[in-house]
Nanobody, 123 residues
Framework: VQLQASGGGSVQAGGSLRLSCTAS???????MGWFRQAPGKEREFVAT????????VYSDSVKGRFTISRSNTKNTVYLQMSSLKPEDTAVYYC??????????????????WGQGTQVTVSS
């Protein structure tokens, strides 16, 4: 499956952005996730959504501010980001896995990755 991420940009602290990730295949076959990587830091988990029951899991750093959702008809996963902080600045990547769910918060679980979209939050 190929993934195309979009929606990044520059925003002031407290603002909102919505990222989109469109897949070339039916997303109901995949667990979908969002990760991010800031300059000089390792890639970190942001959120994931289960392919069957839609269960969402978030990192502690974004819980309550970000929401992951999906449109099965559009084969698209979204990441609605609100109350953005400068520390949210990073390249955001979407990812997909067809494996049986065991550790959806680990980047090693995902086999397919999008190209990344830059999010910059200024103070």
């Amino acid at each position: 499956v190929q993934l195309q991420a979009s929606g990044g940009g520059s925003v002031q602290a407290g603002g909102s952005l919505r990222l989109s990730c469109t897949a070339s295949a039916r997303i109901t076959n995949y667990h979908m996730g969002w990760f991010r990587q800031a300059p000089g830091k390792e890639r970190e988990f942001v959120a994931t959504i289960h392919r069957s029951n839609g269960n969402a899991v978030y990192s502690d750093s974004v819980k309550g501010r970000f929401t992951i959702s999906r449109s099965n008809t559009k084969n698209t996963v979204y990441l609605q980001m609100s109350s953005l902080k400068p520390e949210d600045t990073a390249v955001y990547y979407c990812a997909a896995s067809s494996s049986v769910a065991y550790n959806r918060g680990s980047d090693s679980f995902y086999s397919y990755w999008g190209q990344g979209t830059q999010v910059t939050v200024s103070s």
